[in-house]
């Protein structure tokens, strides 16, 4: 009963085809709708509207120079947003769109500069996701949308993670469910016509590589400004609570404080941690990513004083889960 009435009063809406009628005519009229995609939950706004858009990094508390992705729902609208002079765009999006890749591409004067942080470029992708594809389609504007949490702290991959960081601060959430994908999209950029990685994401490097060859790669984990790709930061994706990679303190930490483990696979040895999660049983890191930012979630809410993580394989999707748990440990290292 209480539960209803809140989520009632928090605009979460399951994602039927009228509530996305509904939710289209917000973004028509300037307002924010949380919704989902295979990625991550997004916080959208009409990408044309610049004061549409600020609202978005108003509601995240997200610095202005972190520039955002425009979703759209049919291939050809690329062109109305960006310069799509070199070849292997096409190669690109035949394969991977719709999907969890981002391409950024010199932009055209529609796209405001409040989009792209005041940038020449602007970030493109075509969303795997019903939902997702037909609330663009009925607002028709490309949506403007970063992950629907609050600025620097866990992605959310369900309705309720995004009431949780913003609540009242978006007019309707579509719950979808769960994303599927769970990490953010791939970037690639180009820098003279070739083809860069600015960050890892839900296509793993090896499928986009069989594509471009083998692909220059510009980010890191420590760098403080990166003008290729603005918006990258030391710290990201952190819970609200210290989060660790395994070490040598781990079981001394157990004996005087509440601590969660979060294992890749199910865990053979279990040391006296208050909670433990493993991200796939057999250590698969598609499902793994999918799982991420759930047990991240649910650790950060279950009364820990500390999370211990163990990495996970840098393959496959496992070099886009430890650029986020990467960025996560670096808030609280020392
Ligand atoms: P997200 O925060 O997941 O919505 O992703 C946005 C990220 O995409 C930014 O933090 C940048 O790293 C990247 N990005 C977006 N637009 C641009 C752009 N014009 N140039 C370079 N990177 C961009
Ligand atoms: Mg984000």
């Not at 955002?68 to 991977?96: C, P, V």
């Not at 993670?161 to 007019?171: A, N, P, S, T």
């Not at 053979?268 to 208050?274: Q, R």
């Not at 500390?306 to 960025?327: F, N, Q, S």
Request: glycine share 8%; charged share 25%; aromatic share 8%.
């Amino acid at each position: 009963m209480f539960e209803k009435a809140f989520f009632k009063f928090m605009k979460i809406l399951p994602a039927s085809s009228e509530n996305i009628k509904k939710a289209a005519e917000f973004i028509k009229n300037g307002k924010l709708v949380a919704f989902p995609t295979e990625t991550v939950y997004g916080l959208g706004a009409d990408g044309l509207n610049p004061i549409a858009v600020s609202k978005i990094f108003e509601a995240k508390n997200r610095p202005t120079f972190n520039p955002l992705i425009l979703h759209i729902a049919d291939k050809s609208d690329l062109e109305k947003l960006a310069e799509t002079g070199n070849q292997l765009i096409y190669k690109l999006i035949d394969k991977f769109w719709p999907g969890p890749l981002t391409l950024v591409l010199p932009k055209k004067d529609v796209v405001p500069e409040i989009v792209t942080a005041g940038n020449p470029t602007v970030a493109v992708r075509m969303p795997d996701h019903p939902v997702a594809l037909e609330l663009i389609k009925l607002s028709g504007r490309p949506i403007a949308a970063p992950s629907a949490n609050a600025f620097g702290e866990l992605s959310p991959t369900t309705a309720q993670h995004v009431v949780k960081q913003l609540g009242k601060k978006v007019d309707i959430i579509l719950d979808g469910g769960s994303c599927k994908v769970g990490v953010e999209s791939t970037i690639i950029g180009f820098v003279n016509e070739e083809p860069v990685l600015l960050r890892p994401g839900g296509i793993p490097l090896e499928q986009i590589e069989s594509v471009t060859g083998q692909l220059k790669k510009h980010y890191t984990e420590s760098e403080d400004s990166n003008p290729l790709s603005p918006g990258r930061l030391p710290f990201h994706y952190s819970p609200n609570i210290p989060i660790r990679f395994f070490d040598d303190k781990m079981e001394t930490e157990t004996r005087t404080k509440r601590v969660g483990a979060l294992f890749f696979k199910e865990p053979g040895v279990k040391l006296n941690f208050a909670k433990i999660l493993f991200l796939s049983k057999n250590g698969d890191t598609k499902e793994a990513a999918a799982n991420l930012f759930s047990a991240l979630h649910e650790l950060e809410t279950s009364g820990l004083d500390l999370i211990y993580v163990e990495p996970v394989p840098e393959t496959g999707l496992g070099i886009a889960i430890m650029d986020r748990l990467k960025k996560a440990v670096k808030k609280y290292e020392k």
